[in-house]
């Protein structure tokens, strides 16, 4: 009879610790739960494993705080296992027998109890390396999201200040345009044509105009020399077009033919996509 008692109490006190087990395993098993809550739960969930589970108190200690059942009374005796994370000691497991005076006794626990507490500590270990390593890569992404949007920001930064620079560039660009052509090519010409001017001075004043013209097609018609493939000489011909100059005046300028210049003026046409078409050349090349 006395086996068969002993036998049924051993029964129940595995039980007790496999069922404890459980739990255990199960919170320690659930994603949305954070680690603080978790340990809490483990402490209270603890007692009921032991032989006198409202005479047992237990304690979680990690890192810098501790987790108590609200019953808890440290002694000289009890259990004690510690919670390692990549082999190194980061807290313990404690668990404490209460008698009456709240004095600890050193029978107080079973072999079996000393295992299970082991199980759970190692359990405990696993669950905080692997919630700091997803803290650390919640971090980790946070942080890279962090400085994509500060990219993207410089991004759009960076953008808007080269826009900027490239419409002062533009406007700049216009600017000088205006005034070669609204000003300087203006008193060149007027030069040029006078039938009274020094051939020296009507020679420099033929080199300034040529001079100014190249740098004045530089930027406007830069774009359309991609898509027109304007010869050197259809260039030339084109800003003296602009500037207003007659074909007699461009042969004379040039030392060419009137049928060469003609046929330059055809092709200048074609080329703009503008052949057959009934739109005055200067004025055309002018709001390019």
């Known amino acids: ?16 610790e496999l069922n404890c087990l459980l739990k255990i395993s199960k919170l320690l098993a659930r994603h949305d739960v954070d680690l603080q809550l978790i340990l809490q739960q483990t402490v209270d969930i603890l007692p009921q494993a032991f032989q006198k589970p409202e005479q047992t108190c237990a304690r979680i200690i990690y890192r810098d705080c501790e987790y108590v059942t609200t019953n808890f009374h440290s002694g000289t005796e009890g259990l004690r296992e510690p919670i390692r994370i990549n082999r190194r000691t980061a807290g313990f497991v404690e668990v ?55 990219l993207e ?6 953008k808007e200040l080269l826009y900027q620079i490239q419409g ?60 027109a493939h304007l010869s050197s000489r259809e260039m030339e011909i084109c800003r003296m077009i602009k500037q207003g100059l007659s074909t007699k005046e461009i042969c004379s300028l040039l030392g060419l033919s009137m049928q060469t210049v003609e046929k ?25």
């Open 153 to 158: 920001n410089k991004n759009v930064a960076l």
């Open 264 to 288: 330059h003026r055809y092709n200048i046409r074609k080329k703009l996509g503008i052949a057959g078409e009934k739109i005055n050349l200067a004025v055309f090349l002018r709001n390019l």
């Open 96 to 150: 404490y027998f209460l008698g009456k005076n709240m004095e600890p006794r050193a029978d107080s626990f079973l072999a079996e109890e000393q295992t299970l507490l082991s199980a759970i500590a190692d359990q405990i270990g696993m669950v905080i390396s692997k919630k700091e390593a997803e803290l650390s890569l919640r971090r980790a992404m946070d942080q890279l999201e962090e400085n994509s949007r500060q």
């Open 168 to 227: 002062e560039r533009e406007n700049y660009i216009r600017s000088i345009r205006r005034q070669i052509e609204e000003s300087v090519l203006p008193a060149l010409n007027r030069i040029l044509r006078n039938p009274k001017a020094d051939t020296d001075i009507c020679a420099y004043a033929r080199i300034a105009s040529e001079a100014l013209g190249e740098i004045n097609t530089s930027s406007a018609f830069r774009e359309n020399r991609e898509t």
């Open 1 to 16: 009879m006395k086996t068969d008692q002993e036998t049924d109490r051993t029964l129940i006190e595995r039980l007790k």
